[in-house]
């Protein structure tokens, strides 16, 4: 870690300014900033401190939906009972997320910007090799250990999953990231990584995400996030899945479907095929399984990585039948 | 206190518990909590490099990004100008030291030591280190450095095609019979492959230390499982006598093996203090504990077991292999296990070791026992499977009597009370031999079994014990407690024979100043430890109540008694008759400022080398079957596990072992020592695993985010039953090997419990989720 000049923001107007600067970098939770600055991954020369900002941290939730300031951290989130009844998966997504130090320091707004855990990534001095981190110098993890890199929505010049959790419930449920004035749908907040894997997000410099909202529906109040991992606890997801099922009437027959994958993808991943398929069909196991199979339509393995094509349909599967059986 | 208001206090005497159910917590046997609990849990326990020293610097090590090759230059010129910057040290500038005898007591060979690298033989091997004032200057200066390499192929693994099938290690090799013709030929017969990756220690505390010279004298504050060893690694290499250098570590959060030798970083940071004459501070980072020594090798073992159709073993031929380093020698003994469990009048076992570019690979939690273990026991369950025997029964039906491999009796062996305390508490008669034959919902549940077992390992040990002017007593080792638990059990030790409550001793450990003693490792140290406190503290109530009787001062002089009784911290008459005093009023009266013995359990004729040797080498550690018997400690392990049929994530569910120590000194934290090796079995079993980068020999997963070790979510609650008794063959107290015996079986009784469960045999560690969906 380098030495680097400390700089507290008193209004968003100022972290803005401040953050436009070269080598400024916003500091929220700082678990995912300081991390990468020990790995020699980030070497910001300005932190910009924006936890002493005030009515950042709020959550609201009425009828229409949820407000959440980015700068709530996410056990405030996952604990706060509106967002428990209301948007379970979201609750879910984070209380299975990091440990419970990481989420009483991490913030909502630092946690969509979290970056990848391919290891290459985060170690420069080993892997000079990286797109992410220096665009053109090639990827050192094709061919390498792949264990935990993405089957979908890959590119020849980066196979990175993104590994967080909350964005993907966040996505089945078109929750939209607030920027100040402007708006983005967290669906178009996450990029493909194609050939500029380095460009993450579509956030400009000097902007500072300042609220996260998620439309009320019936599909987010019954909903569900299955994390599947090898160890039961502080782990990233194998494979996960954000689930929501409005039904009809009759109890039956989904009316509204929403899915997203995590831990597969290079970006929070909707998947609408198993959506569309199931719309306006009985919830029935079989159909489901099936269905679910349109999840990895596309996919591509490096290797090690196969198994998540087996399993992120029957997580997919098992999270449907699962809020779909519940009362 | 009274009896009962001590096991009120501490609570459930578990069953079968070895202990005498009436014994105070205080006393040996006793159940009192760990007396340095406070000091840990409040942060008052001071760890090595919290040291705070005036003119402290700060070294941080450049480590090297190739696995094999040379370095052709080192450009420091911008390190060197960094801000901060005292020194950099390249293998140009570092001074040359010399090379020190090994922990076996071979000695040195006649040439200079270097811990700056030149020639590279594995990924993260230090090359340079960057002094400055501060520590983030340190790291900054660090990234500076430039090395430049010639690479040449790296042999990455065993799997590695280059890496051939190594060098057979002939002291290995263990015969009887005919095993390859009595398995030819016998009825039923299985032949498997079993490997276990390279595992790590992962201490919660990271190694570091501060070294500072005054002079010619050495003080090093460094976690340590072994102050003398170190000590005299430290004064070989730099030329100075032994008493010059003085170790320091009363805490060490957590070693399991990889905090007994003074490593390379550790002569990187005492080389730069001596050249700048001021206190340098490495504390090595956790990506760097998995280069800066070694963790458990890599293994492959087969294991063809025959046996007749009532599946009595006719025969075993194993064969094992493990990786070392390039120019280092780590042999993991993987035919430890395998020779002793079952008896067989046939048997083969051989081992090779492969060179592949590696740091030298080291002792984690039982090396050998643990992975020989992970083969024999699984193999004997696939034998179960093919003869069709519960796999309990066929562990009986080829239960040894006696040492199969030394033809000796064992010295006690409580392994049949194990199996029967053990299946009786799990349930284990209830269980249907099918696989797939038991669920509750998509989750499928298997029981399996396995047994483990360590030697006693035995060595001599010295002690001081004083009785002080205020009756309290002092005891004093260079003996350390790494969290098993010494500073405890020495004070029950010492209160119990001399007389005083437990609370009134002070133990002492953790400065190589205090009397000597060997390395804490092997599950030895409680046997030796308590063995010379026991003899120091028995001379020093002899002392005591020679005064009381003779002194013409003393309040019992009139008494005539032969003898007199010390209890509770006071002295009286055995018959009741005359006065009672305490010991502060006896040492008062006498004029006596403290009383003081040292103990050590050498045999009388040792010269001072041999206790030298004793001390800083494992050279003259006792055989496990010297003399007439064959001393170890066993348990058996059953476990559940469910696994997810559709995402084959695995859980353990419910755990009973029943475990053979010996006799318990202290049943409480020998409960807490099993368990934590069994938790660390279930880590070994379903998480841990060095991942190696093939192209580039390198670990990537080097943290603790990536290198997965359980957490307190996959640890179900854990049943440890003691069926251990005495064994006054193994020490002097009676007790066997406690730490890392829990650890030894619970891989293989994971992986049965998984074939129960699913049908599928896994027979490569971790039992990770792809290798089940
Ligand atoms: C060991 C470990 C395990 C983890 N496991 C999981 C897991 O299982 N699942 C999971 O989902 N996550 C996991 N995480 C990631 C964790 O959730 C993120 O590190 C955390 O959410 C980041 O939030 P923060 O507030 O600490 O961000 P910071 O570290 O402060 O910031 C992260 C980045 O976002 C930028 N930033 C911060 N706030 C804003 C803002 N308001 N506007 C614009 N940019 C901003 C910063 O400049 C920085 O680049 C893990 C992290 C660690 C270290
Ligand atoms: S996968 Fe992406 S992040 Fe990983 S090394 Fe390749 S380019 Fe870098």
Known sequence: MRDFSYLRANSIDAARQAAALPGAMLLAGGTTLIDLAKCGVTEPETVVDITHLRGLDTIAVDDRGAMIGALARMSSVADHADIKSRFPAVSEALWQAASAQLRNMATFGGNLMQRTRCPYFRDPANFPACNKRSPGSGCSAIGGVTRGHAVLGTSEACIATYPGDLATALVAFDAIVHLGDRQVAVDDFFLLPGATPDREHAIGPGEVITAISIPASAAARRSTYLKVRDRQSYEFAAASAAVGIEFEADGRTIRDLRVALGGVATRPWRARAVEDALKGKVLEPDAVRRASLLAIEGAADHGANHYKIELAPRVVARAILKVGETA | ?773
């Open chain 2, 1 to 773: 206190m009274t009896v009962h208001e001590t096991r009120t206090r501490h609570g459930d005497s578990k069953r079968g518990d070895a202990s005498d159910g009436a014994v105070l917590a205080e006393s040996v046997g006793g159940r009192l909590s760990r007396v340095d609990g406070p000091a840990k849990i409040t942060g008052a326990a001071k760890y090595a490099v919290e040291q705070q020293l005036d003119g402290l610097s700060h070294a941080v090590l450049v480590e090297s990004t190739i696995a094999a090759g040379r370095v052709r230059s080192i450009d420091t010129a911008a390190a060197e100008s960094a801000p901060g910057v005292l020194l950099v040290l390249t293998p140009d500038n570092v001074l040359r030291l010399n090379t020190a005898t090994d922990w076996l007591g071979t000695p040195p060979p006649d040439a200079p030591y270097c811990p700056l690298a030149r020639d590279i033989t594995f990924s993260g091997q230090h090359v340079a280190a960057v002094v400055a004032e501060r520590f983030e200057q340190a790291v900054a200066a660090a990234a500076l450095v430039k090395v430049s390499y010639d690479e040449t192929p790296a042999i990455v693994d065993l799997d590695d095609p280059k890496a051939g099938d190594g060098i057979p290690i002939d002291t290995m090799t263990k015969e009887w019979g005919d095993a390859q013709a009595a398995f030819a030929s016998a009825p039923v017969r299985i032949c498997a492959a079993y490997n276990t990756p390279r595992e790590y220690q992962t201490p919660m505390e990271p190694h570091g230390l501060i070294a500072q010279w005054q002079g010619d004298r050495l003080t090093v504050w460094e976690p340590s499982q072994w102050l003398d060893g170190m000590a005299r690694t430290y004064a070989e290499w730099f030329g100075v006598p032994f008493e010059n250098v003085r170790l320091v570590s009363p805490y060490i959060g957590g070693g399991f093996g990889s905090k007994a030798f003074a490593y390379g970083y550790s002569a990187v940071a005492a080389i730069a203090a001596k050249m700048l004459g001021r206190p340098v501070k490495l504390a090595v980072t956790r990506p760097q504990t998995f280069t800066a020594y070694g963790g458990r090798a890599a293994t492959r073992q087969t294991v063809a077991l025959g046996a007749d159709a009532e599946g009595r073993i006719q025969s075993i031929v194993h064969r094992g292999v493990n990786e070392t380093s390039v120019d280092g020698m780590w042999v993991e003994p993987l035919g430890s296990v395998t020779s002793i469990m079952y008896a067989t009048p046939n048997f083969s076992s051989r081992q090779n070791v492969v060179r592949v570019n590696t740091v030298v690979p080291g002792a984690l939690r039982a090396p050998g026992e643990n992975p020989s273990a992970f083969g024999i026991e699984s193999a004997i369950d696939e034998l179960a499977y093919e003869a069709g025997i519960d796999p309990l029964e066929i562990r009986l039906r080829n239960y040894a009597e006696q040492d199969p491999e030394a033809k000796k009796p064992w010295s006690t062996r409580q392994l049949r009370e194990a199996f029967a305390a053990g299946a009786e508490a799990f349930g284990w008669s209830k269980r249907n031999p099918q696989p797939r034959s038991m669920r509750d919902g998509n989750q499928l549940i298997g029981w399996g079994v396995a047994a483990g077992t360590y030697p006693v390992r035995r060595a001599y040990g010295e002690a001081m014990v004083r009785i002080l002017a205020d009756g309290s007593v002092e005891v004093e080792s260079s003996s350390i407690d790494m969290g098993q638990g010494t500073y405890t059990i020495l004070a029950q030790t010492a209160a119990e024979v001399v007389g005083v409550p437990a609370e009134n001793v002070v133990v002492k450990l953790g400065d190589s100043r205090y009397p000597r003693a060997g390395v804490t490792g092997g599950s030895r140290l409680a046997g030796v430890m308590t063995g010379a406190v026991h003899k120091a503290a028995s001379a020093a109530l002899d002392q005591l109540v020679g005064l009381a009787i003779s002194d013409p001062n003393s309040p019992f002089h009139a008494l005539q008694a032969n003898t007199l009784v010390v209890a509770n911290g006071h002295i009286r008459s055995p018959r009741g008759d005359g006065p009672e005093v305490s010991i502060a009023e006896l040492l008062g009266s006498v004029g006596r400022e403290q009383i003081e013995a040292m103990g050590d359990t050498m045999p009388a004729n040792s010269t001072a080398d041999d206790r030298y040797k004793n001390y800083t080498t494992i050279a003259t550690a006792l055989s496990h079957t010297e003399g007439d018997y064959s001393r170890h400690s066993w348990c058996a392990h059953f476990i559940e596990v469910r696994v997810d049929e559709d995402f084959g994530t695995v859980r353990v569910s419910r755990v009973v072992s029943a475990l053979d120590s010996g006799r318990l000194y202290n049943p409480k934290l020998a409960e807490s020592q099993w368990k934590g090796g069994i938790i660390m079995g279930i880590g070994q079993a379903l998480l841990e695993e060095g991942i190696v980068d093939r192209r580039h020999g390198r670990i990537v997963n080097n943290n603790l985010a990536d290198y997965l070790i359980a957490t307190n979510a996959d640890i179900p609650d854990i049943e440890v039953i003691s069926v251990g008794i005495p064994d006054l063959h193994s020490s002097v107290l009676g007790g066997k090997g406690v730490g890392e015996l829990g650890i030894v079986g619970v891989a293989p009784a994971i992986a049965n419990a998984v074939f129960h469960a699913t049908g599928k045999r896994v027979r490569d560690l971790p039992i990770t989720l792809e290798k089940l969906i």
